[in-house]
């Protein structure tokens, strides 16, 4: 498990700086990539795009559609905790680019598209560290809790029942990307 692997302080504040590092790296090389996309489309399409595929992710995340979601499912490899703090480090960045490990949800997939599709340079970097950040409070929340197996039960059974909760809060953020 992630948290056994990164539980002490420096191997934590590496994997939360590596978190950091590979995100900000990803979405900067999104949005080039976007820039480059995006260039012979007009905006409307852009965000008819964005917005349907924002859609079809929805309603995977809750069910409706079944399809399985892009992701590297990998587990936590060895040499994290052979390597003080740049095993972490490491590891860390690879989490932080979205491309490592299981994604237990599709919203990560709608925040990509908008900024390929959508994003100016300080949103996807924005966007980038709210991926950073959301990664970080799982870890963070494993570290400072008492019971590690009670947290990590915690997890399992609760994050089905909070995915409607993420969804509707995700749709004003989503709308607000598509019509900014």
């Known amino acids: 498990m992630l948290s056994s692997s990164v539980r002490r302080g420096s191997d ?8 950091f590092v590979g995100a900000m790296a990803t979405a900067f090389a999104f949005v080039v990539v976007g820039s ?8 409307l399409v852009l965000q008819i795009l964005v917005a349907l595929a924002a859609v079809v992710l929805l309603l995977q995340e809750l069910g409706v ?4 979601i892009l992701q590297n499912a990998r587990l936590v490899p060895q040499f994290v905790t052979g390597i003080p ?8 960045m690879e989490m932080g680019t979205g491309m490592r490990t299981y994604s237990p949800t599709a919203l990560p997939h709608i ?10 340079w300080p949103e ?6 709210g991926f950073a950040l959301g990664r970080a409070v ?14 990590d039960t915690a997890f ?21 990307l598509v019509i900014a």
């Open 12 to 19: 934590v504040s590496g994997f939360v700086f590596g978190l």
């Open 36 to 43: 480059l996309v995006r260039a012979p489309f007009p905006l």
């Open 65 to 68: 559609l079944k399809f399985p």
């Open 85 to 92: 703090f740049w095993g972490s480090v490491q590891f860390g």
């Open 111 to 120: 925040m990509a598209i908008s900024i390929v599709f959508l994003a100016s």
């Open 124 to 129: 996807a970097l924005l966007a980038g560290a």
């Open 138 to 151: 799982m870890l963070l929340t494993f570290v400072a809790a008492r019971s590690k197996m009670a947290a």
């Open 156 to 176: 399992y059974f609760e994050l089905p029942r909070l995915r409607p909760l993420f969804v509707i809060l995700a749709i004003p953020m989503i709308v607000l």
